[in-house]
């Protein structure tokens, strides 16, 4: 069977935590792996099981009837406190708030034996998030508002030869030696203010084996486990987190970029998954667009239409604020360059489309279908940040359908405006939509299984 990769075809906050939820229960993979991120990550999941958040589990979690492994993949970098805590929310979960219109009954309890830690991932450590802070206060006005969680000092102490990855939890001598050369060393690099903060070398180590101790049920060569799965022709789920406009080479680099591989190539190189010609790669977009933090965002739109699609979002029980964070997040209007860049760099062979439930109510939805920079007209970004920061979309009005779609479960069923908007997403882009969310619970989708629109309609 194919390896399936799901990939964030935006800026993050797709709904891929959803799809693969869902892609789970039709495809039955023997592995879900996610492949990188760390706490930075967080998809929200809605099923017959409850609501919860997840940071570092991949969202195949939710699938006791199925005999599959859960892989925190090479690629992530673990706060191993953290993933603790989600654990035990995961086995030990919080009764559901009643929200309306969606009433969650009680959470109930997921076991989380499956989950498998890569021995190669690397750990968040207390001083990466001090410095984290730090270099954000450096930046002054040109703070790029990271998540906080010490994701990009992490990363960069990885490429510098400076990390402790989970293997080194299992030769106590060795990580004292390790701690020995790192303390000192990054407690220099930070100044008073985050000094002060920074817990006793002999605490951390302490922290280290004791959560070491609580985990190492956990700890596993998932390499070789994922080439055995692979050699045996099982199926294998590969979930990234972030997007692809995010990616540390082919994102806005730099600064707006988070410290990862995001794309298609990410979910090889952070699974250890060898890539195949038959490979299904997933796509996925949402309706519209939206964007944490900070750097250019050509279709944001802060008016009355951003407020109401900010409603609607929160009304059908997915608003639109951070799952890690708790921002508010920029949105903005359908933009086709820049998915259309997203599939150049994944080979999409197949788009979830999400969310657009929360288009039900515009009168009107403005679709943006190329860039005017200058008296040029492009269809995909320019590479320069610059060029893109002063590119203008140029829009295509289509007419919304002002019909609720949630309880639609046939292409056939949908009002003809949104078909229209869906085929002229697809033919933009270049990729056929094969799921259409229309809600966040896992029966809320239209799936299209082997056909595409262009077959139905
Ligand atoms: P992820 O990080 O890509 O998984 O995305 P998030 O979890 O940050 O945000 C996606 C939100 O949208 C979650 O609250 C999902 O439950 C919700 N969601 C996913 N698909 C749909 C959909 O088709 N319609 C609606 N209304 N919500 C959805």
Redesign the pocket.
Known sequence: MPTIVVI?GQW????????VDRLVGMEKPTKVVRFNGGGN??????NELGEFRLHHVP?GIFHPELKRTCVLGGGMVIDLAKLQGELFELENPKPAVEVEPRVFKVNKAVSVEDVKISLLAHLVMPWHRLLEAQEEEMRGEARIATTGQGIGPCYSDRAGRRGVQIRDLNHETALKEKLNLLYPYNLGKLREKYRAQLPSQEMILQELLSLAEELKGHFADTEEMLAEAQNKGETIVLEG?Q?TLLDVDYGLYPPFVTSSHTTRWGAYLGSGVKPASDDRVIG?FKAYVTRVGEGPFPTEDTGEAAQQLRNR?KD???AEV??TTGRPRKVGWPDIPLARYSQRINGFTEIAF?????LDELEKIKVAVAYRLGRKSLSIPPRDIGDFRNCEPRYSDMPGWCEDTSKKRRVQDLPEEMKAFLRGFETGVGAPIHL?????KRE??IDLGERNLGSIL
Do not use: F, Q
């Open positions: 964030g993050g906050d797709e709904g891929k935590g959803a799809v990550a967080g998809h929200t999941v809605k969202s987190a997007g996925v979002a059908r029980g997915s951070g799952t999400t969310k657009t439930d929360v259409i969310g229309v809600g966040p809320e989708v």
